[in-house]
T-cell receptor, first 111, second 115 residues
């Protein structure tokens, strides 16, 4: 059975801090790993990672995948209150063509 | 505007009642998915469909049913057999490239409450 574990479960930081969110996984026939940001409603797509060691970057957010150690990290630098959300990690099983999600990390950025 | 729409935004179900949640997409995506989200449990897959007139059970299909008569539409029925239906329901869709699934995009969700 495919499995995704995210840590920490929740995190409170001050505006301007840098945070690192972790995602470890077990999946048969790994296809890709996805990061989503969920505020009040639908998760919005952040990154899709398929290759080890190649950093994906979008503004203050970046992510990298380690397929040997089976984990990914999501970094957010210079955090802002608008970064407050639940960050979800999911892996795609290439055989079953379906996603398995972690429980998410709830990030709260305070002034 | 291209996207995924879900309706209603909120839905109330009485004991013993079946209710249907709507999901429509105009992204021309082949695959569609239904997830259930409970506090602290992330998203769990209920059903998914990779092509019209075909669908597969996900991890928690009991008490739910779906149909896929059109590419654009994938309604989910929560039956009376689902004993704990109160949750946030998310619909998603994705396309395939060279036979492999690409990123899933989500609708705004429907919150179902039991009276």
């Amino acid at each position: 059975e495919d499995k995704v574990v995210q840590s920490p479960l929740s995190l409170v930081v001050h505006e301007g801090d840098t945070v690192t969110l972790n995602c470890s996984y077990e999946v048969t026939n790994f296809r890709s790993l996805l990061w989503y940001k969920q505020e009040k409603k639908a998760p919005t797509f952040l990154f899709m990672l398929t290759s080890s060691g190649i950093e994906k970057k979008s503004g203050r957010l970046s992510s990298i995948l380690d397929k040997k150690e089976l984990f990914s990290i999501l970094n957010i630098t210079a955090t802002q209150t608008g970064d407050s959300a639940v960050y979800l990690c999911a892996v795609v099983n290439g055989t079953a063509s379906k996603l398995t999600f972690g429980t998410g990390t709830r990030l709260q950025v305070t002034l | 505007d291209g996207g995924i729409t879900q309706s209603p935004k909120y839905l109330f179900r009485k004991e013993g009642q079946n209710v249907t949640l709507s999901c429509e997409q105009n992204l021309n995506h082949d695959a569609m998915y239904w997830y259930r989200q409970d506090p602290g449990q992330g998203l769990r897959l209920i059903y998914y469909s990779q092509i019209v007139n075909d669908f597969q059970k996900g991890d928690i299909a009991e008490g739910y049913s779906v149909s896929r008569e059109k590419k654009e539409s994938f309604p989910l029925t929560v039956t009376s057999a689902q004993k704990n239906p109160t949750a946030f329901y998310l619909c998603a869709s994705s396309t395939y490239v060279r036979g492999l699934q690409e990123t899933q995009y989500f609708g705004p969700g429907t919150r179902l409450l039991v009276l």
